[in-house]
């Protein structure tokens, strides 16, 4: 587990373009893939909104993203009723894949939270996540986040059901 200095050793800026050119091409192994972008206009300009943040490590470079706010939601779950509480600030991630699965999780989201925490101010934190997600459910359970609620997210014939917790 990393310790204060080197959970800073994260360096979290405004999304730049080069960075979303190379997120887009990420591609996670399935059940994973759900997450997968295409390098589209339209994935490379969501993830250039203004909401999305790079992080990079010093010795790794690109190792992932935050996202803050709306673009963080489901619109399945602000449909679902489930992002009514102003006093939360949604939050959105994404690791590098190769990054996936090895522990770095619990670290790489409190830098995020962080971050968010000295920029927004927030009263709490949300998230939305895949219910098959459970290695990232565990992160955010020990991170300190309860289920609130779920929803399901209805898209090219698939159903993905969600889970949104909160701080």
């Not at 690109?62 to 939360?88: M, R």
């Not at 990054?99 to 995020?112: E, H, P, V, W």
């Amino acid at each position: 587990m990393m310790d204060n200095s080197q959970q800073a050793s994260y360096i979290i800026h405004p999304m730049l373009t080069e960075d979303a050119q190379e997120i887009v091409k990420w591609h996670y192994a399935p059940p994973y893939s759900f997450y997968n972008m295409s390098d589209d206009p339209e994935d490379t300009g969501e993830l250039l909104n203004g909401t999305y943040y790079s992080v990079k490590h010093p010795q790794e470079g690109l190792v992932g993203f935050f996202c803050y706010g709306a673009s963080a939601q489901v619109n399945a779950g602000a449909e679902a009723g489930l992002y009514s509480d102003q006093a939360a600030l949604d939050i959105g991630l994404g690791m590098k894949p190769e990054r996936t699965g090895q522990g770095a999780g619990s670290d790489f989201l409190k830098a995020g939270l962080n971050f968010g925490q000295h920029t927004f101010e927030p009263g709490r934190f949300r998230l939305s996540v895949a219910a098959f997600n459970r290695r990232a459910i565990a992160v955010y359970k020990k991170a300190g986040f309860l289920p609130i609620g779920t929803f399901v997210l209805r898209n090219d014939g698939k159903e993905t059901e969600f889970i949104v917790m909160v701080n």
